[in-house]
Nanobody, 123 residues
């Protein structure tokens, strides 16, 4: 089992920045690919970013966040981050971190999920 707890959400103005953190406990963190997903009110959960568990730290990003968001991890700290820059109102959503056995953009591939942290971006 892996337990995930997100933090760092809050309010930001358009063009501003936030950094989300996800702290993991339980089974070895470094054995899992990690992803960030988000769900806006009335919308389906969508992929945001993911990072592999290998030393290469392969990353995937949704087209909507490329060049603005950066995912990173520190296995020694059992933590993954999502640095969000140049925020837009459409980034407003609950953001979830998740763990998967293999790197993927597909939410169904992820086995463990945090409870989410709210990000609100004003115009």
């Amino acid at each position: 089992q892996v337990q995930l707890v997100e933090s760092g959400g809050g309010l930001a103005q358009a063009g501003g920045s936030l950094r989300l953190s996800c702290a993991a406990s339980g089974r070895t963190f470094s054995s899992y690919a990690m992803g960030w997903f988000r769900r806006a009110p009335g919308k389906e959960r969508e992929f945001v970013a993911a990072i592999g568990f290998t030393s290469s730290r392969t990353t995937y990003y949704a087209d909507s966040v490329k060049g603005r968001f950066t995912i990173s991890r520190d296995n020694a700290k059992n933590t993954v981050w999502l640095q969000m820059n140049s925020l837009k109102p459409e980034d407003t959503a609950v953001y979830f971190c998740a763990a998967a056995p293999l790197l993927s953009r597909v939410s169904a591939r992820y086995d463990y999920w945090g409870q989410g942290t709210q990000v609100t971006v004003s115009s």
